[in-house]
């Protein structure tokens, strides 16, 4: 009888432990389930990453097959709409041509891979985006420029509550690049770097990264980057918000963009005529120089005198002193016969330097004012001037520097020349890859070397993590697009 009541009893404990184990196995599968779904759409969202990614880099290849016969004509790569907004890469079907514009097409809501090639466009308060490429000769190579040139793009940047003033930057600046350990006067060399809180040291050479100021003494982000932390050069809301949200900024509705679109690490020229020709190195084999000055010397009464200029010491450092050079032949008494007319085919055809290559040069013909008013001795009203002949000469015109010192004059050309080039050889460039039917995007940042035609990529980064910040939806002029302020 205990038997079969142990029995029925061990019987009655079955049930609810088949329901337990029920239980159990729902449980699991719920959340196998659940994994699956996060697990799907985590390699969902990785793989439309990676889609936007691809789209991004056909932007680049795109940059480049357009570079290769265009790279001359800033007209075309500057702000060119039609070949860089909203470019259509691949769509769900063949007859694209069916749909005519891309607004029907975006009518039947297909799914339509697209990149655009973006830039801000700071010579615009309404039209804040540009579809286009950006000169790194356009702006100021931190490897390069004299410190007088630094000095004035940096000064406007500087409040008069910072602790350290432009020209204590400017000299900790040189002294970070300069090879020496002596510290300039207002500048910081191992002695300042080796007693911070966490000390490093001081490079002695030159930068790699624009970046690579922050390590400088006086340099702050806030004066690299401004207000503008997703660098798109549009005031985005946490950029006009005071401290709700980083960064500090001041709210005024105004974005302060900082130093970084005007800083370059990367400008370089070979050192050639627009035909590809090498130049004449000034102070080469006499008789080479003369041989080679014959062939593009207006007359050979210039020749002559050239060559002689090229003998005398101390030497010129700048072609514009050919002007105003006497030579020592005739104890000085000849007046130059090269005169402001003459710079054009003398700054093209001649050089001071037997390097191949030039780096740092500012391209006269693509800098922003900012940029131009940074150069030694230039005045607001010399920059006005050069902007407005640049836009009313064309390109043609402007193949070597023969417009500047007809506008800026012998002195003023004297002190420039040798900063300028005319011509472009690497590009900024920022390909934005998305897609019409879900939100992911890919911001990808590119310096893109030109050697006449042979196109490379010499530095890489994505900044997608800076913010999908662009309004690349809207159709060039929407009003959507003109409402972003900056
Ligand atoms: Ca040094
Ligand atoms: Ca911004
Ligand atoms: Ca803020
Ligand atoms: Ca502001």
Redesign the pocket.
């Known amino acids: 009888m205990a038997t079969s009541m142990r029995t029925i009893r061990r019987r009655g404990m079955i049930l609810p432990l088949m329901l337990l184990v029920l239980v159990l196995l729902g449980m699991m599968a719920a959340s196998g389930s659940f994994f699956v779904h996060a697990d799907m759409s985590a390699t969902r969202s990785a793989a439309r990453r990676q889609q936007t990614r691809l789209a991004a880099e056909a932007g680049l290849e795109k940059v480049k097959l357009f570079l290769r016969d265009n790279r001359l004509d800033m007209a075309a790569w500057y702000d060119n709409a039609e070949q860089f907004h909203r470019v259509i890469l691949w769509t769900d079907t063949e007859q694209l041509e069916e749909y005519g514009s891309i607004e029907e097409y975006e009518d039947e809501q297909r799914i339509v891979y697209r990149f655009s090639i973006v830039a801000d466009n700071p010579d615009d308060d309404e039209v804040l985006v540009r579809y286009g490429v950006t000169d790194e000769a356009g702006k100021v190579n931190i490897n390069t420029a004299p410190a007088e040139q630094l000095v004035a793009l940096i000064t406007p940047f500087i409040d008069e509550e910072d602790e350290w003033t432009a020209e204590q930057i400017v000299d900790a600046i040189l002294d970070w690049r300069d090879s020496d350990i002596q510290p300039r006067p207002f500048g910081a060399e191992a002695e300042y770097y080796s007693l911070l809180e966490t000390p490093y040291a001081v490079k002695n050479a030159e930068f790699d990264t624009v970046e690579e100021l922050l390590l400088v003494r006086g340099m702050t982000a806030d004066l690299l980057y401004g207000?503008d932390v997703d660098r798109n050069g549009l005031l985005s809301p946490?950029?006009?918000?005071?401290?709700?949200?980083?960064?500090?900024?001041n709210?005024d509705g105004l974005l302060n963009r900082g130093l970084y679109p005007h800083l370059t690490v990367y400008s370089r020229d070979f050192n050639t005529a627009a035909d590809n020709t090498a130049r004449v190195y000034l102070f080469g084999d006499p008789a080479t120089v003369t041989a080679q000055l014959s062939a593009v010397a207006a007359s050979p009464n210039q020749a002559d005198f050239i060559v002689s200029v090229a003998a005398s010491t101390p030497r010129i450092t700048s072609l514009g002193q050919l002007m105003d050079a006497r030579t020592a032949q005739d104890g000085g008494s000849q007046a130059s016969p090269i005169t402001i007319a003459d710079m054009g085919w003398v700054t093209e055809r001649i050089s001071l330097s037997p390097e191949p290559d030039q780096y740092g040069l500012i391209n006269i013909n693509s800098a922003p004012p900012i940029v131009l008013q940074s150069l030694p001795g230039l005045e607001e009203e010399d920059v006005l001037l050069l902007l407005e002949a640049r836009a009313e000469l064309p390109q043609e015109d402007r193949t070597n520097l023969g417009w500047v010192a007809s506008i800026v004059g012998k002195e003023k050309f004297t002190r420039i020349a040798p900063l300028l080039t005319v011509r472009p050889m690497r590009f900024h460039v920022e390909s934005v890859g998305y897609a019409d039917h879900f939100g992911t995007m890919t911001r990808l940042e590119a310096i893109l070397e030109m050697r006449g035609p042979v196109a490379q990529i010499i530095y890489l980064r994505d900044l997608t993590n800076l913010g999908t910040s662009y309004p690349v939806q809207y159709p060039v002029g929407d009003e959507e697009l003109v409402g972003y302020t900056r």
């Not at 946490?238 to 900024?249: Q, R, V």
Request: proline share 7%; glycine share 8%; charged share 50%.
């Open positions: 207000e946490n950029e006009d918000d005071g401290e709700l949200i980083f960064p500090d900024d709210q």
